[in-house]
């Protein structure tokens, strides 16, 4: 006779929450991949281009228009990369912005708002336990001192 377990739908709902999140790791894994062997090879293909474009270039029969004109295409295309690259510096020091504004500035407020708590508990205790303690300390120490000069007390 088998009893049935209560435990045992909750672990295949686990296990299956595991899988599915398993799943979706390994697709978005394939998904980078495929964005890094893309770009790879597009810049492969970008640098075979320019060294055969240099290489042509350097016959001895090419005119000098023609340096000009394959320069100017490449000082464009790099001003284009720059234009990219900027653009995505300007995204990132947006969302750095955006990070500072609502994630550290509230943290750094509550621990001024601590700090300013802890302040006023050391003012507290300093003006209500500590400077009674001292001055008792004082006038305990003054009639030890006229004790032992009576003599009363020996040092």
Excluded at 77 to 88: D, F, K, M, P, T
Excluded at 95 to 123: C, F, K, M
Excluded at 134 to 143: E, Q, R
């Amino acid at each position: 006779m088998t009893t049935s377990d209560p435990e045992t739908p909750e672990l295949t709902a686990t296990e299956s929450a595991s899988s599915v999140d398993a799943a979706a790791q390994r697709e978005a894994e394939r998904r980078q991949r495929t964005i890094v062997i893309t770009a790879v090879i597009f810049l492969i293909v970008l640098i075979a281009g320019i060294v055969a474009a240099v290489i042509g270039l350097l016959q001895p029969n090419t005119p000098t228009d023609k340096i000009r004109d394959i320069f100017i295409i490449f000082m464009a295309l790099e001003s284009l990369l720059i234009g990219v690259a900027l653009v995505i510096l300007i995204v990132q020091f947006a969302s750095l912005i955006n990070l500072l504004q609502n994630e550290v500035r509230p943290i750094l407020d509550a621990t001024n708002e601590t700090v300013n708590h802890l302040r006023g508990t050391a003012e507290f205790l300093g003006e209500n336990v500590v400077e009674p303690v001292i001055k008792l300390n004082g006038y305990l120490a003054g009639m030890q001192r006229m004790l032992e000069l009576l003599g009363v007390k020996k040092k």
